[in-house]
């Protein structure tokens, strides 16, 4: 069967998947075609996919949509690569800036922004294509889309 995943940005990916294929299945297939990293939450409705489960135990119909969110865990780091993003100011400056991408705390980047430009963090939004990225008391990323 033919399922549609979603990331953080709206963006849908087709996967065909078996009825009783597990979660832990489905990351891997996420992570294979999306390089997206194996701690990635799946949604179907209002209900996060366990391991340990299946698509069936879920009651998910093909082309279905699941969806996918970042919560962070300290066993996460390992899978979070570093790379560059290029950070745009409001009078249009540009510069790169290296990251922990989906490990570093928005707290951290804004800190990192300050210490490269002199904006302070309370001066900040981070928005990437739309969606407006904010610090959780926890230490991780969320979005205006969860």
Do not use: A
């Amino acid at each position: 069967m033919q399922i549609y995943v979603v990331d953080i940005t709206g963006k849908s990916f087709s996967f065909d998947v078996e009825p009783n294929e597990s979660v832990e299945s489905v990351k891997q297939k996420i992570h294979d075609k999306i390089g997206y990293p194996l701690c990635v939450k799946l949604r179907f409705g209002s209900r996060d996919l366990e391991f340990g489960h299946t698509l069936t135990d879920y009651g998910i119909p093909e082309y279905s949509f699941l969806h996918t969110r970042f919560v962070m865990y300290h066993s996460c780091k390992f899978c979070c690569p570093s790379g560059t993003v290029f950070v745009k100011t409001v009078t249009g400056k540009t510069f790169p800036l290296t990251v922990r991408l989906f490990d570093d705390p928005v707290k951290k980047i804004k800190q990192m922004i300050r210490e490269k430009e002199g904006i302070l963090p309370d001066s900040q939004n981070l928005v990437f294509e739309e969606i407006r990225f904010r610090y959780s008391g926890f230490e991780s990323w969320y979005h205006d889309r969860c």
